[in-house]
């Protein structure tokens, strides 16, 4: 190796180390304050034995703030649009299924420089009904990993119904 080879392969590796806890440490998702007052997109019964059952078995209500509304519409989220996945128990009898307790409150908030990482939105999980007890440990790598079959409506399950 020469002399001018190596300060290059150096700096190469620091960037290497330093990348990747910034991917796990980016900004923090907010608390969706007052998404229960938001536009209700969609909702959705899981069974236990559904691919997704672990741990979305439930019933969920997915709630768009106003920009991710627009979002839907248009195909393009602007920053600060938000997504919330409001995760129910799926209480069933007497021949109906009701929303039971909260499970959890599954949030995407848009922020393509902030989040780019996981393609431009922040992942974050709020169990039950706690605002500050955070699921997410992984920086929502393991989020993003699934939602990335939705690459071609910018990771977003959810379709625009009128
Ligand atoms: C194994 C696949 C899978 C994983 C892992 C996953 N999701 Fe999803 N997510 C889905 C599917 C499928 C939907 C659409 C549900 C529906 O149609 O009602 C969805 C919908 C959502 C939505 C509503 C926006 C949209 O894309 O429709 C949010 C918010 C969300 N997920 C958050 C999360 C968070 C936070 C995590 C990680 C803690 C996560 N998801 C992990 C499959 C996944």
């Known amino acids: 190796m020469t002399r001018t080879q190596f300060p290059f392969l150096a700096s190469a590796a620091l960037a290497a180390l330093v990348a990747v806890p910034l991917g796990v440490f980016a900004e923090p998702v907010a608390y969706p304050e007052g998404y229960r007052h938001w536009h209700h997109a969609k909702s959705m019964v899981i069974h236990d034995g559904h691919p997704l059952a672990d741990p979305f078995a439930g ?8 920009p991710a509304l627009e979002g839907l519409q248009t195909g393009r989220y602007a920053d600060g649009s938000v997504f919330v996945f409001d995760l129910l128990e799926a209480d069933a009898g007497d021949e109906a299924i009701t929303e039971g307790e909260r499970k959890l409150v599954g949030v995407m908030v848009k922020g393509a ?24 440990s992984d920086g929502g790598q393991g989020c993003f990993a699934c939602h990335q079959s939705q690459a071609d409506s910018d990771y977003v399950f959810t379709r625009w119904r009128p």
Do not use: M, P
């Open 113 to 136: 420089e902030t989040y780019r990482e996981t393609g431009g939105w922040g992942f974050e999980g709020f169990a039950g009904d706690s605002r500050d007890q955070r699921l997410v």
């Open 59 to 66: 019933i969920h209500h997915i709630y768009v703030n106003d």
